[in-house]
């Protein structure tokens, strides 16, 4: 029997790949062939540094899998139980996580674990490089990734000052983080 994705509730096939496939090659597979994976099990799968771009994950149960360095960029992950999964070094740029449970979740040692209610915020496209910047409530602060900056609030701020003052870039950063602290305030973070 060839391996396969199911649905997380009815255990419908999803995706079929070929004998000897790893769950991380069978995502790939179905994430090229633009495959809907609503509802798919992937609870607790290898997918370290998967190329999962643009997937449709939609509902999908990808508690406890590792997605550290996977790409995620605009990938539909809206209600998808991500909790306890790894996001450390995953790129999750213009992916939508509506609905999406975070919760416990890990960005690394060094940056901790996602808490509260909606931890994770997104704006873009921002700044120099136009990109989306992200931020992350976690058990240890809060936490950016804007381009390849990757570090706490503070630590973004003295940053962006050293690099663009008061600049255009600089003051849209600045209203940027006004509206992270203003977010991690309403959801119970410590700043």
Not at 20 to 26: E, F, H, N
Not at 99 to 121: E, H, N, Q, R, V
């Amino acid at each position: 029997m060839n391996p396969q994705i199911k649905h997380r509730y009815t255990g419908a096939v999803l995706f079929e790949g070929e004998a000897g496939m790893t769950t991380r090659a069978i995502l790939e597979k179905a994430t090229t062939a633009k495959a809907n994976l609503y509802g798919a099990n992937l609870s607790g799968a290898n997918l370290y540094r998967a190329n999962l771009s643009g997937a449709n994950l939609r509902g999908a149960d990808l508690s406890k899998a590792d997605l550290s360095g996977a790409n995620l960029y605009g990938a539909n992950l809206i209600g998808a139980n991500l909790c306890g999964a790894n996001l450390s070094g995953a790129d999750l740029s213009g992916a939508n996580l509506s609905g999406a449970d975070l919760y416990g979740a890990s960005l690394g040692g060094t940056f901790g674990k996602l808490i509260a209610g909606k931890p994770f915020f997104q704006c873009g496209p921002i700044g120099s490089r136009s990109d989306c910047l992200q931020s992350f409530i976690t058990d240890k602060g809060i936490v950016i990734k804007a381009g390849c900056f990757t570090g706490f609030i503070d630590d973004f701020v003295a940053a962006v000052e050293k690099t663009h003052g008061d600049s255009d870039h600089g003051k849209e950063y600045a209203m940027a983080v006004l509206m992270i602290e203003a977010h991690a305030a309403i959801w119970g973070a410590k700043t």
